[in-house]
C-alpha cells in the first residue's frame, strides 16, 4: 500500500445508494480526516438499465447531486467501464482510497471484484461496505449451515435479530484542493429510452433521501395501522411506496427496519406483517447472492423442459395492456403510466402470461425491468419464478389466479380498473388517458378505440396450464 499524506483523496462510488444518512462507506471516508471525491458512474451496469429504471437513476443523481452541493461538496460523473474509469480517477486525483457499498447480484460482483484487483494492483487501498440488506447474506444460514431457500424459516432466523443503528449523515465532508472534471448529466440522455413517457413517470415519482424519509413518516403515521387489512386492494392506497426510494438507495433498509421495530414496539398492528414484508425483499437478495441464476434460469430443478411459449402475439398484448382482461390490463397500464404496479396487481398479471398465455416468465420479467421505476433485480426475479412454479417458495402449480375473482375480491367497486382503462367511457380520468399519451405512437392505441375482446377464455387457459402442469409432474415422477 502506499505511503501517502492525509490529503491524498478517497473516492466515494455510489451506485444504487443515493443517500448521505446511514451510509457506511461514506461514514468511513468522512472519518478518515482525507478529501472527498464523491463519484458516480455510468458504467456497464447503468448501461443494460431498462428505460424507466434508467429515468428514474436519472431523477435520483439530480438530487443526490443537489444535496451534495448544499454541504460543499460535488458529485462527479463519468461513463465509462468501472475499472478504466476509476484507474483514470485514481491517477488525476492522486487518491489514495476508493470505497463502495456492496452489491449482491452476479454482474455486480463480477465488477466489483475486477475493479478492487486493479486498484490493489496499483497500491490503492479499495475498501467495500455492508450494501442494500439488513445482514450480510453469508450470516443467515439453517442449521446446518446452509442458506435458506424457504421464506418462513428465513423469516424467524432475522425476526429477532439486531440490524444495528442507522448511521447518521457525517456533519461534513471535507473538499479536496482541486475538484476533477464532470461529465453534465443531460448528456447522458438517460430519459431518452422513455420518450414521452417521461412526463408521465414524472408526476408518480417521489425522489431522493428527504422525500423517502417524509414518505416513511406518513406511512408509519397514517396507514401502517390497515396495512395488513387493506395492503392487497390496490385502489386503497396502504402500502408504503417506499419500493422506488428503497430500489435506488434512497433510503437504507435499516432505516425502514428501525421504524417497524418503534411501531411494533409502541402497539402498531401493523407493523408486524410490514416487517416481514420487508423481508421478503431481503429473502430475495440473498437467494440471488447465493443462486446468482436467479434471473435467468429455473430455480427448481425439472422445469427446463416445462414447454412455456417464448415471445408471442399474446404476450404482446399483455405487455400493451390489451389483453382483454381488466384486471391485467389495469395493472399493465399502471405500470406503464406510473412506473410502479401495485403487489397485488404484479402477481395477477405475471399469472396471467405464466399461465394462462403459457408463456415463459423471463418474457415477463424483461418487460417489467424496462418499465419499472422500482425495478429491483432480486425482487423481480423472485416475484415471477414465485408466480411461475419454478422458483423458491413457489406458488403451487394450481394456484392460477383468476383475473375476475381477484377483481370482486380486491377491486370490489372497480376504482382500480376505473383509474387506468379508458375505453367505452365518456369522461376516463387522467391517469387513464395518460397511458395512450405515454405509450409509442407506433402501437396506435385510441381511448376511444373498443376494448379488446380476451385474448383467451379464463376457463380454456387455466385447463390449458393445469394440463401441462400435470404433465411436467407426471414426466418428473417417471
Given at each position: 500500500m502506499k505511503d501517502v499524506a492525509n490529503d491524498a483523496p478517497v473516492i466515494l462510488w455510489f451506485r444504487r445508494d443515493l443517500r448521505l444518512g446511514d451510509h457506511a462507506a461514506l461514514t468511513a471516508a468522512a472519518a478518515s480526516g482525507r478529501p472527498v471525491i464523491p463519484v458516480f458512474l455510468h458504467d456497464e451496469t447503468v448501461e443494460v438499465l431498462g428505460a424507466a429504471a434508467k429515468w428514474r437513476l436519472g431523477e435520483g443523481l439530480a438530487v443526490l447531486a443537489a444535496g451534495l452541493g448544499a454541504r460543499g461538496a460535488r458529485l462527479i460523473l463519468r461513463r465509462g467501464a468501472a475499472r478504466e474509469v476509476l484507474l483514470r480517477l485514481v491517477a488525476e486525483t492522486g487518491a489514495a482510497a476508493?470505497?463502495?457499498?456492496?452489491?449482491?447480484?452476479?454482474?455486480?460482483?463480477?465488477?466489483?471484484?475486477?475493479?478492487?484487483?486493479?486498484?490493489?494492483?496499483?497500491?490503492?487501498?479499495?475498501?467495500?461496505?455492508?450494501?442494500?440488506?439488513?445482514?450480510?447474506?453469508?450470516?443467515?444460514?439453517?442449521?446446518?449451515?446452509?442458506?435458506?431457500?424457504?421464506?418462513?424459516?428465513?423469516?424467524?432466523?432475522?425476526?429477532?435479530?439486531?440490524?444495528?443503528?442507522?448511521?447518521?449523515?457525517?456533519?461534513?465532508?471535507?473538499?479536496?484542493?482541486?475538484?476533477?472534471?464532470?461529465?453534465?448529466?443531460?448528456?447522458?440522455?438517460?430519459?431518452?429510452?422513455?420518450?414521452?413517457?417521461?412526463?408521465?413517470?414524472?408526476?408518480?415519482?417521489?425522489?431522493?433521501?428527504?422525500?423517502?424519509?417524509?414518505?416513511?413518516?406518513?406511512?408509519?403515521?397514517?396507514?401502517?395501522?390497515?396495512?395488513?387489512?387493506?395492503?392487497?386492494?390496490?385502489?386503497?392506497?396502504?402500502?408504503?411506496?417506499?419500493?422506488?426510494?428503497?430500489?435506488?438507495?434512497?433510503i437504507s433498509p435499516r432505516t425502514v427496519w428501525a421504524a417497524g421495530l418503534r411501531a411494533r414496539e409502541e402497539g402498531n398492528p401493523g407493523a408486524e406483517k410490514f416487517l416481514s414484508e420487508l423481508v421478503w425483499r431481503e429473502f430475495a437478495w440473498h437467494l440471488m447472492y447465493h443462486h446468482p441464476g436467479l434471473a435467468s434460469a429455473n430455480?427448481?430443478?425439472?422445469?427446463?423442459?416445462?414447454?412455456?411459449?417464448?415471445?408471442?402475439?399474446?404476450?404482446?398484448?399483455?405487455?400493451?395492456?390489451?389483453?382483454?382482461?381488466?384486471?391485467?390490463?389495469?395493472?399493465?397500464?399502471?405500470?406503464?403510466?406510473?412506473?410502479?404496479?401495485?403487489?397485488?396487481?404484479?402477481?395477477?398479471?405475471?399469472?396471467?402470461?405464466?399461465?394462462h398465455l403459457m408463456t415463459d416468465w423471463r418474457v415477463g420479467?424483461?418487460?417489467?425491468?424496462?418499465?419499472?421505476?422500482?425495478?429491483?433485480?432480486?425482487?423481480?426475479?423472485?416475484?415471477?419464478?414465485?408466480?411461475?412454479?419454478?422458483?423458491?417458495?413457489?406458488?403451487?402449480?394450481?394456484?392460477?389466479?383468476?383475473?375476475?375473482?381477484?377483481?370482486?375480491?380486491?377491486?370490489?367497486?372497480?376504482?382500480?380498473?376505473?383509474?387506468?382503462?379508458?375505453?367505452?367511457r365518456a369522461a376516463p380520468p387522467a391517469t387513464a388517458r395518460d397511458y395512450f399519451a405515454a405509450v409509442p405512437r407506433a402501437w396506435r392505441l385510441r381511448p376511444d378505440a373498443r376494448y379488446p375482446a380476451p385474448a383467451i377464455a379464463l376457463a380454456e387457459g387455466r385447463a390449458r396450464a393445469l394440463r401441462a402442469y400435470g404433465q411436467r409432474d407426471r414426466a418428473a415422477a417417471e
Amino acid at each position: 500500500m502506499k505511503d501517502v499524506a492525509n490529503d491524498a483523496p478517497v473516492i466515494l462510488w455510489f451506485r444504487r445508494d443515493l443517500r448521505l444518512g446511514d451510509h457506511a462507506a461514506l461514514t468511513a471516508a468522512a472519518a478518515s480526516g482525507r478529501p472527498v471525491i464523491p463519484v458516480f458512474l455510468h458504467d456497464e451496469t447503468v448501461e443494460v438499465l431498462g428505460a424507466a429504471a434508467k429515468w428514474r437513476l436519472g431523477e435520483g443523481l439530480a438530487v443526490l447531486a443537489a444535496g451534495l452541493g448544499a454541504r460543499g461538496a460535488r458529485l462527479i460523473l463519468r461513463r465509462g467501464a468501472a475499472r478504466e474509469v476509476l484507474l483514470r480517477l485514481v491517477a488525476e486525483t492522486g487518491a489514495a482510497a476508493v470505497h463502495w457499498q456492496r452489491v449482491y447480484d452476479r454482474e455486480g460482483i463480477a465488477r466489483d471484484t475486477a475493479v478492487k484487483a486493479a486498484l490493489k494492483a496499483e497500491g490503492i487501498l479499495a475498501e467495500s461496505f455492508p450494501g442494500a440488506v439488513l445482514f450480510e447474506p453469508w450470516t443467515v444460514a439453517t442449521g446446518a449451515g446452509a442458506p435458506h431457500s424457504v421464506y418462513s424459516p428465513f423469516w424467524r432466523a432475522v425476526r429477532g435479530r439486531d440490524a444495528g443503528v442507522a448511521l447518521p449523515e457525517p456533519e461534513s465532508l471535507r473538499p479536496p484542493a482541486t475538484w476533477p472534471a464532470s461529465d453534465m448529466r443531460a448528456d447522458w440522455r438517460m430519459a431518452m429510452a422513455v420518450d414521452r413517457g417521461a412526463a408521465f413517470l414524472a408526476r408518480h415519482a417521489t425522489v431522493g433521501e428527504a422525500a423517502a424519509r417524509a414518505r416513511l413518516e406518513g406511512f408509519v403515521a397514517e396507514r401502517l395501522a390497515r396495512y395488513p387489512s387493506e395492503r392487497d386492494f390496490p385502489a386503497r392506497g396502504a402500502t408504503s411506496g417506499l419500493s422506488e426510494n428503497l430500489a435506488w438507495g434512497e433510503i437504507s433498509p435499516r432505516t425502514v427496519w428501525a421504524a417497524g421495530l418503534r411501531a411494533r414496539e409502541e402497539g402498531n398492528p401493523g407493523a408486524e406483517k410490514f416487517l416481514s414484508e420487508l423481508v421478503w425483499r431481503e429473502f430475495a437478495w440473498h437467494l440471488m447472492y447465493h443462486h446468482p441464476g436467479l434471473a435467468s434460469a429455473n430455480w427448481r430443478a425439472g422445469w427446463d423442459s416445462f414447454p412455456w411459449r417464448g415471445d408471442n402475439p399474446e404476450a404482446e398484448r399483455w405487455r400493451r395492456g390489451m389483453t382483454g382482461e381488466p384486471f391485467v390490463d389495469a395493472a399493465m397500464r399502471e405500470m406503464y403510466v406510473t412506473g410502479r404496479m401495485h403487489n397485488r396487481a404484479r402477481m395477477i398479471a405475471a399469472s396471467y402470461l405464466t399461465k394462462h398465455l403459457m408463456t415463459d416468465w423471463r418474457v415477463g420479467l424483461a418487460w417489467f425491468a424496462e418499465c419499472l421505476t422500482d425495478w429491483d433485480p432480486a425482487a423481480n426475479a423472485m416475484g415471477w419464478q414465485w408466480v411461475a412454479g419454478c422458483g423458491p417458495d413457489a406458488a403451487p402449480y394450481f394456484r392460477i389466479f383468476n383475473p375476475g375473482t381477484q377483481a370482486e375480491k380486491f377491486d370490489p367497486e372497480g376504482r382500480y380498473r376505473g383509474a387506468f382503462l379508458a375505453e367505452g367511457r365518456a369522461a376516463p380520468p387522467a391517469t387513464a388517458r395518460d397511458y395512450f399519451a405515454a405509450v409509442p405512437r407506433a402501437w396506435r392505441l385510441r381511448p376511444d378505440a373498443r376494448y379488446p375482446a380476451p385474448a383467451i377464455a379464463l376457463a380454456e387457459g387455466r385447463a390449458r396450464a393445469l394440463r401441462a402442469y400435470g404433465q411436467r409432474d407426471r414426466a418428473a415422477a417417471e
